[in-house]
């Protein structure tokens, strides 16, 4: 009789065990699309805010080019190929010079930001780990999903493969900063929203109370290192 009541004990308990793993790994897969779907919702939102950002901007023209703005922009690139041990191209950095001056950006900045994205290797085609979100790609480490509404709102062309092109990339990279910096004015917040995104930003801030990430610290640490006199108007 022991027996027979052991063995229905056993039977009974592992019945349970097992419906509230079911019920576990259902409530665990619930849960993981309502954050995709919760996540898909805030990109979204971010698109929008960006494309008021680009709609309520001055039609002013870009800076042209000239004499000055080259001869800083040659400056620039010549610190950056020397200190990336000719890993980031002298070409890569005349256009990273012409795009941050027209943008009033720091080179240095968006420099010391695809040196962290991809390791210290610079290597444009790069692909970052898998992520329940997907892949990120290129220089810029930008993904699928965002890069090109970040593009449409910038008036550049899209196709996936570009996100493989270092000079799409530092384009891509100098727009979003912008964005980002005029949204926030402050470069702990901005940096640390191009890491994370807008919504990991206010995650992150409310659960540690400040913008001060290890992401956004180490860039602006290391881009405090160059020759920033040379950029002032």
Known sequence: MKRVFLSSLIVILTLTAGFFYVENRQLHHTITENELAYEELRTVQEMEQIQLYYLQQPKAEVPAANYDTWLRSKEVADQLYQDSDGR???????FLGERAQQRDIDPF??????????????????????TRYGHAYGMAQFMKNTAPWI????????????????????????????????????????????????????????????????????????????NWVAYVN
């Open 151 to 226: 593009a449409e709102m910038a008036g550049l062309p899209y196709e996936d493969e570009l996100l493989f092109d270092p000079l799409y990339s530092i384009e891509l990279s100098v727009e979003y900063l912008s964005f980002l910096y005029h949204e926030y004015e402050d470069w702990d917040h901005a940096l640390t929203a191009y890491h994370r995104g807008m919504y990991g930003l206010e995650k992150y801030l409310s659960e540690n109370g400040h913008a001060e990430s290890w992401y956004a610290v180490e860039i602006q640490e290391n881009a405090d290192k160059f």
């Open 109 to 130: 900045l968006v420099y010391e930001l695809l040196r962290t994205e991809t390791g210290g290797t610079f290597d444009p085609t790069l692909v970052g780990p898998e």
């Open 88 to 94: 980031f191209k002298k070409e890569w950095g005349l």
